[in-house]
């Protein structure tokens, strides 16, 4: 039996292109869904989706305070009380400087776009400011 089976937390492992970004035990996990956010305890029934932009959230198994994060893109898996978030981008919320993440916006907001894939682009790059200013502002 697994750690996190005997104490009702969950392991959790996330992973980005630069590396380990956390590793250890939760009581709760929350990602940010391409459709919404998607919660995760002890026993959650095997998933596997799709991450969108906005803030993750994992809540220590030991109690206090839930760790913070930006989150960008990405896939998440459930089983076996073992949470694994593969994602693009992740920030520790507390890194973020809302000075940085309005001119992100600025930045993203002032982009000439024209054609599909530019638009989409720009939407996009939005879209990810938008997320990093919100969780930027919650510090």
Same mark, same amino acid.
């Given at each position: ?59 220590? !198994? ?36 809302? !000075? ?30 938008? !997320? ?8």
């Amino acid at each position: 039996m697994s750690d996190a089976k005997a104490h009702g937390a969950l392991h959790v492992a996330v992973v980005t292109p630069e590396g380990s970004a956390y590793e250890g035990q939760a009581a709760q996990v929350v990602v940010p869904a391409f459709d919404g956010e998607v919660a995760f305890l002890h026993d959650h029934a095997p998933f596997v989706g799709l991450l969108g932009v906005g803030e993750m959230r994992i809540s220590p !198994a030991a109690g206090g305070s839930p760790e913070r994060y930006y989150l960008a893109g990405g896939v998440v898996q459930v089983a076996d009380n073992e949470v694994v978030v593969l994602a693009e981008t992740v920030r520790r919320a507390s890194a973020l400087k809302v !000075a940085e993440a309005e001119r992100e916006l600025a930045d993203a907001l002032g982009r000439d776009a024209v054609g599909d894939e530019a638009i989409d682009a720009r939407l996009a790059a939005e879209d990810r400011a938008r !997320a990093r200013l919100r969780v930027a502002q919650r510090n």
